[in-house]
């Protein structure tokens, strides 16, 4: 029998872990959001001035920088995430593309949302507040022209070890919501818990399902 | 159930990843499998068997002792 001599670190060179990546993700995302709102605030305070002085423009010109810095940082991450997991197999490959698509599609979809909220004078409440009947039927739309197929497109090319996570995931959300819905119901009814969001349960029942999701197939 | 996936591939001086692209598989799907946190389905382990042309038993071993 072949013995190698190649180190393990030879055989799987150390890779970002997905982890690592949605960390750089995240932080990416807050940065564009909080550098590209300071931007769009001080043009909107600019727009005002009479004479706009030159350091007011230098001031948005560090924001919308650092912004596309946010945005550099992001894609560098990713390309270095795929270099070092890859080379990802067709099939994995069209998998990781359409939850990709779908993932942008659905940051996409909360960022209208957030702008079209109905009540400017209050903050929004992304997951309950109103929104115009047109940006709604839009949306709707949207998860059911778009969502849909993508998703079904995306299960059709998951190999098995991320069907199996998936659908422990499903398993214990399952489970969790069978739980927590008649409870927060049954304190509803008792008189000691507000009454039942459906909203936040769902929210609730999608985090479970997300975790236990990302504990078997990236853990 | 334990497997010598990891040895096999050793062998070969192949990666994860070079044995996800030959399975046609993740490389998440091929650390959960040597790592023992994953079965694979029979169409997988008859795929795996034959790209190592090996028989099943010889690649997984579910701890049955014959007398």
Same mark, same amino acid.
């Given at each position: 029998?072949?013995?190698?001599?190649?180190?393990?670190?030879? +055989?799987?060179?150390?890779?970002?872990?997905?982890?690592?990546?949605?960390?750089?993700?995240?932080?990416a995302?807050?940065?564009?959001?909080?550098?590209?709102?300071?931007?769009?605030?001080?043009?909107?305070?600019?727009?005002?001035?009479?004479?706009?002085?030159? +350091?007011?423009?230098?001031?948005?010109?560090?924001?919308?920088?650092?912004?596309?810095?946010?945005?550099?940082?992001?894609?560098?991450?990713?390309?270095?995430?795929?270099?070092?997991?890859?080379?990802?197999?067709?099939?994995?490959?069209?998998?990781?593309?359409? =939850?990709?698509? =779908?993932?942008?599609?659905?940051?996409?979809?909360?960022?209208?949302?957030?702008?079209?909220?109905?009540?400017?004078?209050?903050?929004?409440?992304?997951? =309950?507040?109103?929104?115009?009947?047109?940006?709604? /039927?839009?949306?709707? /739309?949207?998860?059911?022209?778009? +969502?849909?197929?993508?998703?079904?497109?995306? &299960?059709?090319?998951?190999?098995? &070890?991320?069907?199996?996570?998936?659908?422990?995931?499903?398993?214990?959300?399952?489970?969790?919501?069978?739980?927590?819905?008649?409870?927060?119901?049954?304190?509803?009814?008792?008189?000691?818990?507000?009454?039942a969001?459906?909203?936040?349960?769902?929210?609730?029942?999608?985090?479970?399902w997300?975790?236990v999701?990302?504990?078997?197939? &990236?853990? | 159930?334990?497997?010598?996936?990891?040895?096999?591939?050793?062998?070969?001086?192949?990666?994860?990843?070079?044995?996800?692209?030959?399975?046609?598989?993740?490389?998440?799907?091929?650390?959960?499998?040597?790592?023992?946190?994953?079965d694979?389905?029979?169409?997988l382990?008859?795929r $795996?068997?034959?790209?190592?042309?090996?028989? $099943?038993?010889? $690649?997984?071993?579910?701890?049955?002792?014959?007398?």
């Amino acid at each position: 029998m072949m013995v190698s001599n190649m180190t393990d670190d030879q +055989i799987d060179p150390p890779a970002m872990s997905l982890g690592k990546l949605a960390m750089r993700m995240f932080g990416a995302t807050v940065a564009a959001v909080f550098f590209s709102g300071a931007a769009v605030g001080l043009i909107d305070a600019l727009g005002r001035e009479e004479q706009v002085k030159p +350091i007011g423009w230098v001031i948005m010109g560090v924001f919308v920088a650092l912004t596309l810095g946010a945005f550099w940082f992001a894609w560098v991450s990713a390309r270095r995430y795929y270099r070092e997991n890859g080379p990802l197999s067709p099939r994995a490959r069209r998998a990781t593309i359409s =939850a990709v698509v =779908a993932s942008g599609i659905g940051l996409v979809m909360g960022v209208w949302m957030s702008f079209a909220g109905d009540a400017p004078d209050q903050p929004f409440d992304v997951a =309950a507040g109103p929104l115009p009947a047109g940006v709604a /039927a839009a949306l709707i /739309a949207v998860i059911v022209l778009v +969502i849909a197929p993508v998703t079904w497109f995306w &299960h059709r090319n998951i190999d098995e &070890h991320e069907e199996q996570s998936y659908r422990t995931g499903a398993l214990i959300a399952l489970y969790f919501y069978s739980a927590a819905a008649p409870i927060w119901w049954l304190g509803n009814r008792g008189g000691f818990l507000p009454a039942a969001d459906g909203m936040t349960i769902y929210l609730a029942t999608m985090a479970v399902w997300g975790v236990v999701w990302f504990r078997q197939r &990236h853990l | 159930m334990n497997n010598r996936l990891r040895v096999l591939r050793a062998e070969r001086q192949w990666s994860q990843a070079d044995l996800a692209l030959k399975l046609d598989v993740s490389r998440q799907a091929v650390n959960a499998i040597e790592t023992g946190k994953h079965d694979p389905s029979l169409p997988l382990a008859f795929r $795996i068997a034959r790209l190592f042309q090996l028989r $099943i038993e010889e $690649i997984f071993d579910d701890g049955f002792q014959h007398d």
